[in-house]
């Protein structure tokens, strides 16, 4: 073993355990209030809530029903959205393929807060769907007016992560077995009957498994939530983060913790599950030549739909560019209206802007570098010793009970922090370190994004031929250099991409940051936050520009250089 | 899962073939001698030496893969001196015994190619020098011809018999095919 590897062993274990625990202890410490004493919870905070309260049980319950629903409703509304999405991009050749492809990555490159935003300003009251339909049929009030309401919140959350199902449905749908679908249509079925009885049923692996995970991400969902709920109900998360912050009920905040993990870790059981059929179910099939369109009615069909996505899904995005950069002067939306960059110059004008920009890349950086190395870590540790993983130095695969357990530890750690939720862990940290800072906020983002960077690395591992295993360690006595010095550089993009995902995300995520609330500190997601909230809209749009110019920048480099090869989100 | 149990011996510098059909656990039993399996129970000799307790890296045996197992990331010269770098040698020692392999394999000037711009019969010359790179005491080769188009075929394996008579290493080969298994060896195992 080589001294530098060693040490690069060492402190890749070092970082794997240090993001480990910042996900355990605080997912721990922020369920443990349900148990505890009343007033030991409440002394926490500082003498508030000394007497005993009673739970707010039929409100948590009634969260809990919103939440359910809210989320089914938007799985829903994603598959349907999704699905001819999926077929466009798997099967046909059109002009604007590429482009609908690269809305997949909008969920993870766009942040929640820039997509509330953006949906404010396209589907509000004031919004420019309600003045175009205004001006156009001379109506006096606004017509569409469901934004803060369970249907705001599904559509919201439904059009922000169709791109989840369009991505894993149409990477299935390329490797469809064609022979099936031609043998059909050779019985004399129908175009249609085939889709329904043969394509439909081989891709509903697929379909469920993104749908389980839209949901999951819509059950965890925070700041769309908060801004688009009110009213109609609150989701858990909101519950929780009022409680956590605002009642100081710390004993409901870890009631509603408990309740909220055990749905979700439910769920991502089921995930995991449907995940190992839905891969296994395409594995294997080749790739599939793309036809172009053909006939009127697909053509309709897919103008019609293309039409669809670009006004009701690229359209709020666009009016967040077009908010930034236009200057409204005397009266209404028909006043005079010019381009100026007048609204760029008093974001960048202010005291904080700088500051925020430097916390936001520093603490991106961080917790990209602590979640990587982690996910390295444990995606090598797993190549070597999962039996599942195919590649066991082990040799064999005996069933025995510990490395069956050793294989469910393996496939259980990465989707854990899918089962915690941001503002939970959040208050965990913020019952251990009340006074949280940077570091805290960087740890709590890579301990719960680490396994986004997983993904990407084990998708890189997983292509190389376990004959390339072999030949580094016949061809080398030192032990640690199969993975330095072969599968490391073999899997360079893969990490690369995962590195760009967890920056992406930590420089997105407004919700850590709200829940910790570290005092005078701030970065582009809250400022993005703040100056949506006092209704300054138009620098709000300028800073949710920058900041997906940000995030977006980021990933369309992994994407760039990563064309051609592909890893699931 | 089945069981294999295999016995034989071999002289120094000798060819041998295992033979047998896919699935019998040839493979299995070079994997074994290569150190990637761990035998139930029995040993494996090498020069005297029981080396059934070392790691593949210290066994002084080499394998030359199906797929050739080449690595991508890394230039012909230093695949070949991935090995010796292994062990020890310098960067420039590596390149200059890379040079000699290429020189003796017809392939002077592959020297920084990437080895995804080879062709079927460079590749595999390139995994042989790889693998002798480190002079082994013993040579495996899994199915090195099975997923080649025939003509190829017949030109490689004689390449293949050609590299053992000259340089005198020790070879096993695993193969499905009785008249590889007799082209290329002097003596032949049948398993099933």
Sequence with gaps: MRPVHLAALVLAAVSFSVVLLAFVVPALAAIAPTFGSVAASGGVSGGIAEFPRSLPFARIMSALRFTLVEALLSAVVAVIVGIPAALLVARRNFPLRRFLLSLSGVPLCVPPVIIALAFVLFYGRQGYLNVFLMSAFGLKDPPVTFLYSLAGVVIAHGFYNFPVVLRTVSVAWERLDEAEEESALLLGAGRFRVFRTITLPSLSGAILSSAVLVFLYCFFSFVIVLLFGGVGGTTLEVELYQAARSSLDFRAAGFIATVETLAALGIVIAYARIDRHAVSAFRGGSLRERKRLSGIGERFAAIAYLLFIAVFFVGPLISIVARSFLVFSGGAFSGGLHVSPSVWLTLFGRRNFLPALFNTVTIALAASAFATVAALFFALVSDRSDPSSGYSSLGKTRSCFCSRSRALAFRVIPLMPLAVSSVMLGFGWTLLAPRGNGLVLALAQAAIAWPFAWTQIRAALSRVPRSVRDAAQLLSPNKLDVQFRVLIPLVRKGILSGAAFVFAISAGDATLPLVLSIRQFENLPLMLFRLAGSYRFSEACACAVFLGLLTGFVFFMQDAADRGERGSP | ?192
């Excluded at chain 2, 073939?17 to 290569?34: F, N, Q, Y």
């Excluded at chain 2, 029981?50 to 230039?75: E, K, N, S, Y």
């Excluded at chain 2, 080649?148 to 499905?176: C, K, M, N, P, W």
């Design chain 2, 1 to 192: 899962m089945r069981a294999v149990d295999v016995s034989f011996s071999m002289d120094e510098g000798s060819s041998l073939a295992l033979l047998g059909p896919s699935g019998c656990g040839k493979s299995t039993v070079l994997r074994m001698i290569a150190g990637l399996v761990k035998p139930d129970s029995g040993e494996v000799w090498l020069g005297g030496k029981d080396i059934t307790a070392l790691t593949p890296g210290a066994r002084g045996v080499g394998m030359v893969f199906q797929d050739h197992a080449l690595f991508t990331h890394l230039t012909v010269e230093d695949n070949i001196g991935y090995g010796p770098v292994s062990s020890g040698a310098t960067r420039k020692e590596s390149r200059l015994l890379a040079a000699e392999w290429l020189t003796r394999f017809g392939l002077e000037g592959f020297s920084r190619r990437r080895v995804d711009t080879l062709s079927g019969g460079e590749r595999q010359r390139v995994a042989l020098a790889r693998t002798l790179a480190v002079n082994p005491r013993l040579v495996l080769f899994d199915e090195p011809l099975s997923a080649l188009d025939a003509d190829l075929r017949i030109r490689l394996r004689e390449e293949l018999r050609f590299r053992q008579r000259s340089l005198g290493y020790t070879a096993i080969y695993v193969t499905h095919d009785v008249a590889e298994a007799e082209f290329l060896a002097n003596r032949i195992v049948t398993m099933a």
